[in-house]
């Protein structure tokens, strides 16, 4: 199942999907990860940070933010 990071709490990571919002400790989360990233989780229990998905997100949301603010950004 795929989850995005929605914020920080302290050490802790909030982590939303459709269905689901978990809290998972920062230090059993990949290196480096910050709110917006999408994740996935392993089937050994692990995270995956799903770069190519994360990236296209971000320019799709910079996208509507240029056209929502007119050009603007």
């Excluded at 917006?36 to 392993?42: T, Y």
């Excluded at 933010?65 to 950004?73: A, I, N, P, Q, V």
């Amino acid at each position: 199942m795929r989850y995005s990071i929605d914020r920080f709490e302290g050490e802790t990571a909030v982590l939303v999907s459709e269905q689901d919002e978990l809290h998972i400790p920062l230090h059993a989360l990949p290196e480096g990860v910050r709110p917006g990233d999408l994740l996935e989780r392993l089937d050994a229990g692990g995270w995956q940070r799903l770069a190519a998905e994360t990236l296209d997100r971000r320019k799709a949301l910079a996208e509507r933010r240029k056209r929502l603010l007119g050009g603007t950004s």
